[in-house]
């Protein structure tokens, strides 16, 4: 019964998290901003969000063909089109219950190909790993483009700005170092529990460079985030207001963007606010900020509900087919 009620916690607060949200920030609005919002999306280019949609597909279809070269070592060879619908299943399912769709991953590519639930989980945990690099790195681009405009809210007035910041960053380095340390030496749980997560992390990342096809793992990798940036970055032309924002801009609101997800299912209602936020910072109004948050999200959701709704309607048919 109490896990039954942790879950049902787990499962809930994200949506109700995510319901307020989109309350809070509609709330706030006047009339004319509510106005300004839909002529935004009315006026919008949608050939953009097409385009932006079919790279959402591609980097699918490339996160799928990834995936065999995880499951070959261990001598199993799904059939590519179960590969992709086990995928977009699991992106439906973390709509629903974050953090859910790695299982209902394994869970699916087992049923339909035979594959041992702990062996094909463990193969998606390993390309989370990558992944993890992957965000990794470009939220490190996204501090390196975004110092020269911290530099400007921070200290506006002074022209040494740039300098302090990076003595602030210095600090936050040394801190960093000083708290790695830290956990290295201590025997408290929560720091056994980073240090295994580390070890985990660097034993992952050395499996990926012994892996036989490496370059090919690598390669789809980098081609995924890619497509990921680039879906953000297609849109920005559907609105006039949108399309001459800088590569920072595009990084940084591509992060926060992505950081939101983690907070509600799938973004609901976070992911615009993040977002607009974020462009906000780059002198982009706040209304067709918002509206292209929304716009920019409603794609990415609608996309995910009907091939993840397809895949797991096609899933049985498909199977029961080729049987």
């Not at 799928?64 to 799904?78: I, S």
């Not at 990926?208 to 793992?217: D, E, G, H, P, S």
Request: aromatic share 16%; hydrophobic share 50%.
């Amino acid at each position: 019964m109490k896990f039954s009620s942790k879950k049902i916690i787990f499962t809930t607060l994200p949506i109700a998290l995510g319901v307020f949200l989109i309350w809070y920030s509609l709330a706030k609005l006047k009339p004319e901003d509510i106005e300004s919002i839909k002529n935004s999306f009315k006026t919008a280019n949608y050939w953009w969000v097409a385009c932006s949609l079919l790279l959402g597909v591609l980097s699918h279809l490339s996160r799928a063909y990834r995936w065999q070269f995880m499951l070959d070592p261990l001598g199993y060879k799904p059939k590519f089109a179960n590969n992709v619908m086990a995928v977009l299943v699991a992106y439906l399912v973390n709509l629903i219950v974050p953090r859910a769709g790695e299982i209902a991953r394994a869970t699916t590519i087992s049923k339909y190909e035979n594959i041992p639930f702990e062996k094909a989980f463990g193969t998606i945990v390993s390309e989370r790993v990558a992944d993890a690099v992957m965000l990794l790195g470009i939220i490190g681009l996204a501090f390196v483009f975004q110092t020269e405009l911290l530099s400007s809210y921070l200290f506006p007035e002074d022209d040494g700005s740039t300098g302090y910041t990076y003595y602030i960053l210095g600090g936050l380095g040394l801190i960093g170092v000083i708290f790695t340390w830290l956990i290295r030496k201590s025997k408290h749980p929560f720091a056994i529990r980073i240090q295994n997560f580390v070890t985990g992390l660097i034993q992952g990342i050395v499996s990926i460079f012994r892996m036989k096809k490496k370059w090919a793992f690598i390669f789809h990798t980098f081609f995924i985030w890619i497509m990921y940036v680039l879906m953000f970055y297609v849109v920005t032309f559907a609105l006039p207001e949108t399309t001459h924002l800088a590569f920072g801009a595009i990084i940084v609101g591509f992060v926060v963007g992505g950081l939101s997800m983690a907070l509600t299912n799938g973004g609901l209602g976070s992911y615009p606010i993040f977002v607009a936020s974020a462009l906000t910072l780059y002198g982009i109004d706040e209304n067709p900020a918002l509206a292209f948050g929304w716009i920019m999200w409603t794609a990415q959701t609608v996309m995910v509900l009907f091939f993840g709704g397809l895949s797991f309607l096609v899933l049985p048919i498909y199977n029961k087919e080729e049987d």
